[in-house]
């Protein structure tokens, strides 16, 4: 099973693996959503969707449709 930031539980860490999906928004990219980054999961909004997350330092909110294509390694601390 491909674990997703979709995954991620409530101050979690992990390392983004891939984000190769054509349904990843440029933007995104461009905001430090990249292979190699840690992700930090901060808070999950109502019906669970966005996600609040901190990205080496930024902080962003994503859609758990577009969460579920960026894959992760979970960080055992």
């Not at 995954?7 to 959503?33: F, N, Q, W």
């Not at 999961?41 to 758990?64: C, E, M, W």
Request: aromatic share 4%; hydrophobic share 45%.
């Amino acid at each position: 099973m491909q674990v997703t930031l979709a995954h991620l539980k409530r101050g979690e860490k992990a390392i983004i693996t891939d984000v190769s999906s054509i349904y990843i928004p440029l933007k995104l990219l461009e905001m430090g959503c990249l292979p190699g980054n840690e992700v930090e999961l901060l808070q999950v909004a109502p019906f669970s969707d966005p996600l609040y997350l901190n990205i080496n330092g930024t902080h962003l909110a994503i859609r758990k449709e577009t969460a579920i294509h960026v894959l992760i390694e979970i960080c055992n601390e």
